[in-house]
C-alpha cells in the first residue's frame, strides 16, 4: 500500500518551458487536490477533482491545469513555466471522513 | 466562509518542555478539525482529529479537544523531545466547504536538546 506517490521529486524547467507532474493514490479515494506550499505562505490550492471526472479551481488556478485521468490519478500542468511558479507542490487524497493524505512532493525551480 | 487561525511561530522550546499551540475557526456547519504536521523535507501528515464538539483527538503525546464554545483547538504535549520539532497545521473540513480543507498557515516548532 504506497499512499500518494508523486513523480518527480526534483525538477529545474527554464521559463517557458512546459512540463506535468503526476500523482496516483492506491487508496481508492473518490477526492483529489494539487497544492503549492511556498515559504511564508502555507498550502495554497491550486485546483481539486471532487470525483472522477470532475475539476474545480481552487485558490491560485492561473497558469494551471489538471487531468483526473481516473480515479487513482490526478495530473497537474504548467504550459509556460514562470520564475513565479517556483514552489513545493503536494497532490494528496481524501478518505470520506476529511482526513487528508499527502505525497512526499515535488519541489519544482523555474529559471 | 470557513476560516482557521493558529499562532505565528516559530515556537522554540527546550526538551521535556510543555507545548501549546493555538487554534481558533469559523465554520457555518459543524466541521471535523485535524492537526497535520510536516516534518522537514516531507509532506503533511495527519497528527489527530476530532470530529464533534468536546471529542479529543489524541496520537504521540499530542492531544487536542474541539470546543464549540471557544471555536478552538489548541494542540497539547506534556513533554516535547528534539524529534517533535516540525510545522504543525491546524485544518477544518466539512460539507458546506464541497470537498475542500481548510489549513491555517502552520507554526513551525524548534525543540532544544
Known amino acids: 500500500n504506497a499512499g500518494v506517490t508523486q513523480t518527480p521529486k526534483f525538477q529545474v524547467l527554464k521559463t517557458g518551458q512546459s512540463m506535468t507532474l503526476q500523482c496516483a493514490q492506491d487508496?481508492?479515494?473518490?477526492?483529489m487536490y494539487w497544492y503549492r506550499q511556498d515559504p511564508g505562505m502555507g498550502l495554497r490550492l491550486i485546483y481539486y477533482s471532487a470525483s472522477e471526472g470532475t475539476t474545480d479551481k481552487g485558490e491560485v488556478p492561473n497558469g494551471y491545469n489538471v487531468s483526473r485521468l481516473n480515479k487513482r490519478e490526478f495530473s497537474l500542468r504548467l504550459e509556460s513555466a514562470a520564475p513565479s511558479q517556483t514552489s513545493v507542490y503536494f497532490c494528496?487524497?481524501?478518505?470520506?471522513?476529511?482526513?487528508?493524505?499527502f505525497g512526499p512532493g515535488t519541489r519544482l525551480t523555474v529559471t | 466562509g470557513n476560516s482557521v487561525t493558529q499562532m505565528e511561530g516559530p515556537v522554540t522550546l527546550s526538551e521535556e518542555a510543555f507545548l501549546t499551540i493555538n487554534c481558533t475557526y469559523t465554520a457555518t456547519g459543524y466541521p471535523s478539525l485535524f492537526w497535520y504536521v510536516q516534518y522537514p523535507g516531507e509532506g503533511l501528515q495527519l497528527l489527530l482529529k476530532?470530529?464533534?464538539?468536546?471529542d479529543k483527538g489524541s496520537n504521540k503525546g499530542f492531544e487536542a479537544t474541539y470546543r464549540k464554545e471557544t471555536t478552538s483547538f489548541h494542540l497539547e504535549k506534556g513533554s516535547v523531545q528534539v524529534s517533535d520539532s516540525a510545522v504543525y497545521f491546524c485544518a477544518l473540513s466539512d460539507s458546506t466547504g464541497g470537498f475542500k480543507t481548510i489549513f491555517g498557515a502552520g507554526t513551525r516548532l524548534f525543540v532544544k536538546a
Open positions: 476530532a470530529t464533534k464538539a468536546d
Open positions: 494528496a487524497s481524501t478518505a470520506l471522513s476529511y482526513e487528508q493524505y
Open positions: 487508496m481508492n479515494h473518490n477526492s
